[in-house]
């Protein structure tokens, strides 16, 4: 069932179940709805006025009763099944978040009115994405102004993309082809031409992709250039005179903080201590970092990131 | 059902009533009389009514072609934000609450007048000047920022007329506040002797579990928009990231109000169905006592479900559960309720004017609106829907399909009462049908241009997405002859409508227990009240 | 029909009791609507706190703790002189009540003068946002955020006691027209009431925007 009438075609790994649930709920809410409009029709029929139909009602306390029960049935019967639905479609979404390890991550910064997406191994695009077909994939992905929002029908994911955090949406592609991907949180003017595609390439045609593109530097060097630029290395070298936490090996730990709190040194974790340096001090450190505002735009923010990330990386297993 | 009882032929013809106690300017803009200040509302509603639709109009036109060809991008972001704005606020807020509810509250629970008349007044002015600023936002150029007004680009990015319509929905915010006041005390305080809480008629019901819902949501909207107002002015982060702030603070404390709000609009909807219904069929509401508390459940769950709004906002994964949840809670009273009015049908003796024919419509298009919802809830399910036309689609059958419909309704099923006209009932029963039919075409296409991936809020789309634009911009304009016909038949028959008598449909309630249209004191005498609410008895017949 | 021209009972009520009920019911919720806008306030100040504890901290040790404790004090005793004044006219004591009432308004007024100089101090002291904001610190933005929280809220909580106080006078001169009496007080209960709830408000603004970091 690749491709139906009203429906987009299934790309992604998570696409199935979530079309599971969407027929789920088709089938359930068509039943009720259709149960509804029998009932009404056939009770405007029946009892209308002047039909012939026996309106009494013999009983009167064997009646209230009964009708007591339906009412508490029709309450309970819509509670146990809501709570099903519920359930399901829990597990449905705590499926589609969950980054596998090996992910690989790309990196998306959104603006007006246009997305710019950077892969680690240098790679620039604007409005595309291409994508290894079956390879997790990690989007890590912020604004430079308003809130913008990353959706791709084909693989049943949306995600909000925040300016001043990153958010996260993983996928793993299983159909090769080129499919839409829009902006769906209105951001301004020209917010519905900020569209554009996912090209989800075989092996090969992948690889043939990458290596087109083999002469662009890598964004960890990227980032490492703007990282000695910035005078980094100053206090967090290994010759530096501060003391000042390493960043070898750092990725991906754990953190203990000053205030007592433990935090995961992740993409967020090393955005804020580069702009806001003195709310996430570590313990055993100084709050004197100076804050970096103002002097690094969001994509150098991901490639010194990257360059982090390439000076041991706690998250991903090793990947020869 | 009195002391009094009107024989249902009594008093037709032209007599002395609210209507007729002067008509110089003094005597209708600083009334006190809670049925003329219904009749004010009434007026700027549908004039607000008629911007919010052209609004509408030139949206659907617009969608016709794949590329923006009718109005500029610009142009079309206004007309979708203005749209919003007006509809919500300035249209489906007020209009149960605010016409049939000044007009019927009294009445219904046989009190002369409001608890508070000079607030009721003070309610009405305090509307009109808040249109007024969003009127000017809209003439001087227009606001484009969407009816949700997210920030940070509402506060720092938008070079549209913010501040104004802020201004302008904060002032009618307290327009609503002092509205759901003035009936929570009514409801308590002045029921006629005999009047005890569970004989009241389920549209009171409604509307005291609609004014809670005003007086204790409304003042969150009014310090959120003065937050967000000062922010844009003074350059301050509360809610920017690039000046400190948090925007996920803005969409709680935008949706904390804004979901209760959206029972605001369709909770007095289920309380006129609940009338129309139980007059039509000779039978008492099935599930009374169900019926008042799933009300007041619905009042409050709604105040729980708020994050619905933002599963994919960057909240975390662990709030988006729990409100999962507590929505789909939420939605258990709704079916019951639809359950009751389709078991009122059971043994009924129904007959099909109007009113009823509207009730019905109510019925079945808030049953698909509320099945819809459920697919919203699912938390998994909503990743491929949240901002896509299948939630435009989805609140449209709520708020237009639903509560226009019942809003339609009322206005036929106490037209008379009003006005003391009947209206033309061949013409009203085909205005029913054609709402009915136009709104499905231009409503259901776009659950599945949702599913296909088509976003909200795109004046440009891919082409494939074009056949089911058409069928929906087709669709509307059966809706808007729906919508305009009985604006003019309406007006014919306030001069040229057959006299009504005080109970032409002879229905229960003590509105109808009056004169049509009523004194100004609404009873010559105070009512008794000796009977359950809907005491239509078996052998009932029924009233020419 | 009924005449309710005796004894100043509105045209829509039975009686006396049914008047005063609804006055009650009605101040009560809107007084409810109150705490609703205030909380909101609250709540955009303790998120935006537990987002920057130190920078919230260290601004709040600047605020003026001497004159916001003497503006504690004054408001408390113009909540007693209030209850003192319904007291008095619950029991027809016409010039304790104008008294009580005149009391009150002194020290509401005082109590906005004391912030207006508490204003002009912040404002010497480079602590209003926007207008020449000064602060030789890390975490600047953050300490310009806490005091545009602190000029909003207190802001709006003064606007509150301005609007109190030409309510409490308009009370008053009411009271020395001679148009209440124990069978009809139902404005100065209702204004009481409506007083008592802004005092009740600054005992929460008072202990979160200047006690709290200071212990």
Redesign the interface.
């Known amino acids: 069932m690749d491709s139906l009438p009203f429906f987009p075609t299934r790309a992604s790994t998570i696409a199935g179940p979530i079309d599971d649930l969407y027929f789920a709920w088709l089938i359930l809410s068509g039943v009720v709805a259709l149960a509804v409009a029998v009932l009404i029709v056939w009770f405007a029929v029946r009892y209308r006025r002047g039909s012939p139909a026996d309106r009494t009602i013999a009983d009167a306390a064997e009646h209230a009763r009964t009708m007591h029960h339906i009412e508490i049935t029709w309450t309970i019967v819509p509670i146990v099944l809501f709570l099903g639905m519920f359930v399901w479609s829990a597990k449905v979404y705590y499926d589609s978040i969950r980054v596998p390890k090996d992910a690989l991550p790309i990196y998306v910064v959104a603006k007006q009115w246009m997305w710019h997406a950077e892969h680690p191994a240098g790679e620039r695009e604007i409005n595309e994405l291409h994508v290894p077909l079956d390879r997790p994939v990690e989007l890590v992905m912020t604004s430079q102004d308003v809130i913008h929002s990353l959706s791709i029908p084909g693989f049943r994911i949306k995600q909000d993309v925040l300016p001043g955090r990153y958010t996260i949406l993983t996928f793993t592609a299983n159909r090769p082809g080129e499919y839409h991907l829009y902006c769906t949180q209105f951001c301004g003017t020209s917010h519905s031409n900020m569209v554009g595609s996912v090209i989800v390439m075989e092996p090969a045609a992948y690889e043939g992709w990458l290596s087109a593109h083999a002469n662009v530097p890598t964004m960890a060097s990227r980032g490492e250039r703007r990282y000695h630029e910035l005078g980094c290395d100053g206090c967090h070298g290994a010759l530096a005179a501060v003391h000042a936490p390493k960043l070898e090996g750092l990725f991906g730990k754990p953190v203990p903080l000053r205030d007592g709190r433990t935090v995961l040194a992740d993409e967020r974790f090393i955005r804020n201590a580069v702009l806001l340096p003195n709310q996430d001090v570590p313990a055993g450190y100084e709050a004197s970092m100076p804050s970096f505002r103002g002097q690094i735009g969001e994509e150098e923010l991901l490639e010194i990131i990257e360059y982090v990330k390439s000076k041991g990386n706690a998250m991903q297993e090793v990947v020869p | 059902m009195n002391s009094a009882v009107i024989t249902p032929n009594e008093n037709i013809g032209p007599h002395e009533s609210y209507l007729s106690a002067g008509w110089n300017w003094r005597s209708w803009l600083l009334t006190l009389d809670h049925k003329r200040i219904g009749i004010l509302y009434v007026i700027s509603i549908t004039l607000l009514f008629g911007i919010g639709g052209a609004a509408a109009a030139m949206i659907r036109l617009d969608l016709l072609t794949p590329h923006s060809q009718l109005v500029s991008v610009e142009t079309y972001n206004k007309l979708f934000t203005m749209h919003g704005v007006i509809m919500v606020w300035f249209f489906l807020i007020p209009s149960i609450p605010a016409t049939l509810g000044n007009f019927l509250i009294p009445l219904m629970v046989g009190a002369r007048d409001l608890a508070f008349p000079r607030l009721n007044l003070l309610s009405w002015y305090l509307f009109i000047f808040g249109g007024l600023f969003t009127i000017y936002a809209l003439v001087s150029g227009g606001v484009d920022m969407g009816w949700t007004m997210y920030a940070p680009y509402s506060t720092s990015f938008s070079t549209s007329h913010v501040f104004a319509v802020a201004t302008g929905v904060f002032i009618a915010g307290f327009s609503s506040i002092l509205t759901g006041l003035n009936f929570i005390v009514t409801i308590h305080e002045m029921r006629a002797p005999g009047m005890t809480w569970f004989r009241l008629p389920l549209f009171i019901w409604a509307m005291y579990a609609t004014s809670l819902i005003l007086v204790l949501a409304t003042p969150v909207l009014a310090m959120t928009l003065m937050l967000m107002g000062i922010e844009r002015t003074f350059g301050i982060g509360v809610f920017d990231p690039a000046m400190g702030g948090d925007p996920l603070l803005f969409q709680h404390l935008f949706w904390f109000y804004s979901h209760p709000a959206v029972y605001i609009m369709v909770v007095p909807a289920m309380g006129v169905a609940s009338e129309i219904i139980s007059c039509f069929c000779r039978n008492p509401v099935f599930g009374y006592r169900f019926m008042a508390y799933a009300i007041l459940a619905i009042a409050a769950f709604g105040f729980v479900v708020w994050g619905h709004h933002m599963f994919v906002s960057g909240q975390s994964a662990y709030a988006g559960t729990v409100f999962s949840l507590l929505t789909f809670l939420v939605s258990v009273p709704s079916a019951i309720k639809v359950f009751n009015w389709t078991a009122t049908l059971y043994k009924a003796h129904i007959s099909f004017q109007a009113p009823m024919l509207y009730a019905l419509g109510f019925v079945g298009l808030f049953t698909i609106g509320g099945l819809t919802g459920l697919f919203l809830a699912s938390l998994g399910l909503d990743v491929q829907l949240h901002d896509t036309y299948f939630v435009v689609a989805h609140f449209h059958y709520i708020m237009v399909g639903a509560a226009v419909m019942a809003f339609f309704g009322g206005i036929h099923f106490w037209w008379p009462k009003i006005t003391g006209r009947m209206y033309p009932e061949g013409w009203a029963r085909f205005c029913a049908i054609l709402t009915f039919i136009g709104f499905n075409l231009t409503f259901f296409p776009q659950f599945i241009l949702g599913y296909l991936g088509m976003p909200r809020r795109y004046p440009d789309y891919p082409p494939e997405f074009q056949v089911w634009n058409v069928l929906s911009s087709a669709g509307s304009s059966l809706l808007a002859f729906g919508y305009v016909l009985p604006l003019a038949y309406l007006l014919w028959s306030l001069k040229y409508g057959a006299r009504a008598p005080a109970n032409p449909w002879g229905a229960k309630g003590l509105e109808w227990q009056t004169d049509s249209p009523p004194p100004s004191e609404n009873f010559h005498t105070t009512p008794i009240v000796t009977e359950e609410a809907y005491a239509y008895s078996q052998a009932e017949s029924p009233h020419a | ?2 005449n309710n021209a005796v004894a100043g009972i ?5 009686d006396a009791v ?1 008047q005063r ?2 006055a009650n ?2 101040i009560w ?2 007084l ?3 705490i ?2 205030f ?3 609250f ?2 100040y303790a ?2 706190r537990v ?2 504890p ?1 920078a919230f901290a260290a601004a709040s040790r600047l605020t003026n703790l001497p004159l916001a404790g003497v503006n504690t004090a004054v408001l408390i005793t113009s909540s007693l002189s209030m209850a003192l004044g319904v007291h008095a006219a619950r029991h027809g004591a016409r010039r304790a009540l104008i008294g009580w009432l005149s009391l009150t308004v002194a020290l509401g007024i005082a109590f906005l003068a004391i912030k207006a100089v508490e204003y002009r101090i912040d404002y010497l002291e480079h602590l209003v ?2 207008l020449d904001f000064r602060y030789e610190g ?2 600047a ?2 300490v ?2 806490f005091f ?2 602190y000029f ?1 809220i207190t802001g709006v909580h003064a606007l509150h006691v301005l609007i109190g106080v030409g309510c409490i006078a308009t009370i008053a001169v009411m009271a020395s027209h001679d148009k209440f009496s124990p069978a009809y007080y139902t404005p100065v209960d209702v204004t009481g009431l409506y007083w008592h709830l802004v005092d009740v408000i600054w005992l929460f603004v008072f202990p979160i925007l200047y006690l709290v970091s200071r212990s």
């Open positions: 029909m009924h509105a045209p829509q009520f039975d049914q009920t609804a019911l009605g919720l809107f409810a609507t109150e609703l806008f909380g909101v306030l709540a955009a998120i935006t987002r920057f130190d946002p926007k890390s975490q933005d953050q310009e955020l545009y929280m909003f």
